[in-house]
C-alpha cells in the first residue's frame, strides 16, 4: 500500500475563517442548516437489543430518545412531552415499558403513544391521542450504531453514506460489543476537535508514539460526495520519512507475542513486521476466535478511519471498532461534547475449538490490535463515563494516549480563533480532507449543493 | 438483625418484590447469585420491581432512575440516591436475607 498522500481529486477550496468556530450566529446557523439536516450516530444498537432498551441521545438543546417498543420495532422521538414540552426522559439509558412525564404525569408508551393523562376529564378541549403523542424522529441501524435524522426529506442513511457502507461492512462493525463508554466536555468548539481527525499533518508533532507504529507518510486519503472522508494508514510499521530502527520497537512487542511472533527474529528487518502479522492473523485467525475471512491482508494489519459527515470518526481494525463523536453546546461555541465507544469483537469460542492449529499461549485475551487496553471484556455493557478535559489534562481520566495529546492541544486552538493575530487556516495537501469537509458544512449553511 | 426466609427459587434474570411489615424488598438472581435491594425507588417512591432488570441494572418504571442490584448504587436518572442493599445467603433451598431492623 506504499502510496502516496496526495488527494484523489480536485478539492474545493473553502475559507476556513476563526468565525466559524466562536461565533453564536454560526452556532445558530447549524442547528437549523446542519444538525437539522444530516444522519448522525444517536448510539449504539446494542443498547436498544431488547423491548423495552432505550438510550437518550443528547444533541443541546435538543434530546432524543431511541427506544425499542414491544414489537420489536425501534423508533427515535423528541424528548418532549406534549402537554407542557417538559424533558420527559432525565435519564440517559434504561429498560422501560413506559415513560412518565416527572411534570404533571402524563404517560407514554415505549412505542411514543400516549397511553394515559392524569384527570382526563378536566381537559374539555379532550386528549386526541394521535396528535399528542410523543414526535417521532427517522431512525435506522447500521455498523452497530442507531442513527437519527430529523429530516424527513433527506436521503436515506444508505443514499446518505454511500460507498462505505460495503467498505465498511467487511469488518462486521455490528458483530462488536461495547466496551468503553466516554464522554469528555471539551472547551473547543465541536468542528475543532473533528478537524483534528481530517489531517494526520500533526501526528508526527503531538503523537510521538505513533512512528514506531504506523507509516502516515505514506497514507491514502479518499473524499466522498456528502463531505464523508477515509484514510488508509499502514499498521505494525514505522514511519518511512525518519531513520528505519534496527529493532522492533516496544510498541508492538505485545501484539507480536499474542501472536507468537519473535521480535529478536525481525533484527534488521523491521519493515517485514506487517507482512508477517498479515500471515500469522491469517493463519491463527479460528484459534484466536476471530473469523478474518471477510477482510483482506492489508484490512489485517492496518487501520482505516472514516469521517462520516458532519461529526462521526469511525475507526476500524479487525477486532477492534471506535466510534469517535463530537456534539455541540447548548448555548456555547466554545464548548462541546467529544464521545468515544469503543467495540470489541469477541473471541468466537465455537471457532477456536473447531482450530485446527493449537496455540495455547493464546489462552489470555487475544491482544492483537492496537489500543486493547480496557477493563471490560464486553461481556457488560461499561457505564457511561462523563468528564472535564481537566480530569485528561490532570491525568485522572484517559481516552487512551493519542486522544489525551490531542485534547491537550485542542483547547489552546480554541483560544487562538479568538486572537487579533489569526484570520484563516491556511492548509496543506494533507489537510485536504479538512478542506473536503469544510467545503460540505458550507454547502449545508448555504443550502447551495451544486 | 431481622431476617426474611424465602424458600421459592429464581432463575437467572428474575426478580421479585418481597414486603415484611412496611420493608419492601427486591431480590434478583444475576449468574446464579442472589442479590437484595430496597424496593422503593430513591426519587418518586415507587416499586422498583414494576422496572425492568437488564444484567445487574433496574430501571425505575415512573422515571426511569437507575440502580445497581448488586449495590444500591444509584446509576443515573432523576434519583441521586442510591438504594439500601441488604446481604443474602442461599442456604439449604432457603434464601435468607438479613434487613436492617
Given amino acids: ?450 | 438483625m431481622t431476617q426474611i426466609r424465602v424458600s421459592q427459587s429464581l432463575n437467572d434474570g428474575e426478580s421479585i418484590a418481597l414486603k415484611q411489615g412496611d420493608q419492601h424488598i427486591l431480590l434478583c438472581k444475576i449468574s446464579g447469585k442472589y442479590h437484595a435491594v430496597s424496593n422503593i425507588c430513591s426519587h418518586a417512591r415507587v416499586l422498583l420491581s414494576k422496572g425492568r432488570l437488564r444484567g445487574t441494572t433496574i430501571t425505575c418504571p415512573l422515571h426511569g432512575a437507575r440502580f445497581d442490584v448488586t449495590s444500591g448504587k444509584c446509576l443515573g436518572g432523576p434519583a441521586f440516591q442510591d438504594i439500601a442493599s441488604y446481604s443474602v445467603s442461599d442456604e439449604d433451598n432457603e434464601i435468607i436475607i438479613a434487613t436492617d431492623r
Avoid at chain 1, 492489508?298 to 478511519?305: E, G, H
Wanted: charged share 25%; hydrophobic share 35%; net charge negative.
Fill in chain 1, 1 to 450: 500500500m506504499a502510496q502516496t498522500n496526495k488527494p484523489s481529486g480536485p478539492v474545493p477550496f473553502t475559507r476556513i475563517t476563526a468565525d466559524r468556530y466562536i461565533s453564536p450566529e454560526y452556532m445558530l446557523q447549524e442547528r437549523d442548516k446542519l444538525w437539522a439536516k444530516t444522519w448522525l450516530v444517536a448510539g449504539v444498537a446494542q443498547d436498544v437489543a431488547e423491548p423495552g432498551d432505550f438510550f437518550v441521545f443528547d444533541l443541546e438543546p435538543e434530546s432524543i430518545i431511541v427506544s425499542r417498543a414491544e414489537d420489536g420495532t425501534i423508533n427515535a422521538f423528541y424528548n418532549v412531552c406534549q402537554h407542557r414540552g417538559a424533558r420527559l426522559l432525565l435519564t440517559d439509558q434504561g429498560a422501560m415499558e413506559t415513560y412518565t412525564c416527572p411534570y404533571h404525569g402524563w404517560v407514554y408508551n415505549n412505542d411514543g403513544s400516549l397511553c394515559e393523562v392524569p384527570e382526563e376529564d378536566k381537559f374539555s378541549r379532550g386528549v386526541p391521542r394521535e396528535g399528542l403523542s410523543l414526535q417521532t424522529l427517522r431512525v435506522d441501524v447500521w455498523a452497530g450504531a442507531v442513527w437519527v435524522c430529523m429530516d424527513n426529506n433527506a436521503p436515506s442513511l444508505q443514499e446518505y453514506l454511500g460507498p462505505i457502507i460495503e467498505m465498511i461492512e467487511p469488518f462486521r462493525p455490528g458483530d462488536m460489543r461495547l466496551v468503553e463508554d466516554q464522554t469528555c466536555r471539551l472547551e473547543c468548539n465541536w468542528k475543532a476537535v473533528f478537524d483534528n481527525f481530517g489531517e494526520l499533518y500533526h501526528v508526527e508533532h503531538i503523537h510521538p508514539q505513533h512512528e514506531l507504529i504506523f507509516d502516515c507518510p505514506t497514507s491514502t486519503a479518499e473524499y466522498f460526495n456528502g463531505g464523508h472522508t477515509r484514510v488508509l494508514i499502514d499498521g505494525f510499521t514505522v514511519n518511512s520519512r525518519l531513520p528505519i530502527p534496527e529493532e522492533v520497537p516496544p510498541t508492538q512487542w505485545a501484539q507480536m507475542k499474542a501472536l507468537g511472533m519473535k521480535r529478536e527474529n525481525y533484527k534488521g528487518r523491521v519493515l517485514d513486521v506487517r507482512r508477517d502479522v498479515q500471515l500469522r492473523k491469517r493463519e491463527l485467525g479460528p484459534s484466536l476466535g476471530y473469523n478474518y475471512d471477510s477482510l483482506s491482508d492489508d484490512q489485517l494489519s492496518d487501520i482505516v478511519q472514516y469521517n462520516i459527515f458532519p461529526n462521526a470518526v469511525l475507526v476500524l481494525q479487525p477486532e477492534e471498532f471506535w466510534i469517535l463523536r463530537s456534539r455541540p453546546h447548548a448555548t456555547d461555541p466554545n464548548k462541546c461534547y467529544w464521545d468515544k465507544f469503543a467495540l470489541r469483537m469477541l473471541p468466537d469460542v465455537q471457532l477456536q475449538e473447531n482450530a485446527k492449529v493449537e496455540f495455547p499461549a493464546l489462552q489470555n485475551r487475544a491482544n492483537v490490535s492496537f489500543n486493547l487496553d480496557q477493563d471490560s471484556d464486553g461481556t457488560v455493557r461499561p457505564e457511561h463515563d462523563e468528564f472535564d478535559q481537566e480530569a485528561i489534562i490532570a491525568g485522572e481520566k484517559t481516552m487512551t494516549i493519542t486522544l489525551d495529546q490531542d485534547i491537550h492541544l485542542i483547547r489552546d486552538v480554541q483560544k487562538g480563533m479568538h486572537s487579533r493575530g489569526f484570520k484563516e487556516a491556511w492548509l496543506n495537501d494533507d489537510e485536504s480532507r479538512v478542506q473536503h469537509y469544510h467545503s460540505w458544512i458550507d454547502k449545508y449553511i448555504n443550502q447551495q449543493f451544486n
